[in-house]
């Protein structure tokens, strides 16, 4: 699977704000995992994922830089691109 394409300005907020997607390797079909990144050089800083099960795109945010449960599921959505700005807006920045 390839990442779903999404709009020209949310895919140049990505750059300019050096945000990527990257897909998972290794899911089974139809539960595709793409990880929404901040990359900062060596150490690329996680910010969440979105999943696609049972034909939604379920959206994970980092929302805690430390403990067990790092991510909240921040929402269903019917579009990748939905989901990816679900991420982005629940996302807390730690360093």
């Not at 990505?14 to 990359?39: I, Y």
């Not at 996680?46 to 994970?60: K, S």
């Not at 989901?83 to 996302?91: K, R």
Request: aromatic share 8%.
């Amino acid at each position: 699977m390839a990442i779903p394409e999404v709009s020209t300005a949310l895919r140049r907020s990505l750059e300019r704000h050096r945000f990527a997607l990257r897909l998972q390797p290794g899911v089974r079909p139809g539960e595709e995992t793409v990880h929404v990144v901040l990359d900062g050089g060596d150490d690329p800083l996680h910010a969440g994922h979105v999943t696609h099960y049972l034909g939604l795109w379920c959206a994970f945010a980092v929302v805690r830089a430390h403990g067990l449960f790092r991510s909240d599921e921040v929402g269903r959505h019917e579009t990748f691109e939905d989901a990816v700005l679900a991420v982005l807006m629940s996302f807390t920045y730690v360093e």
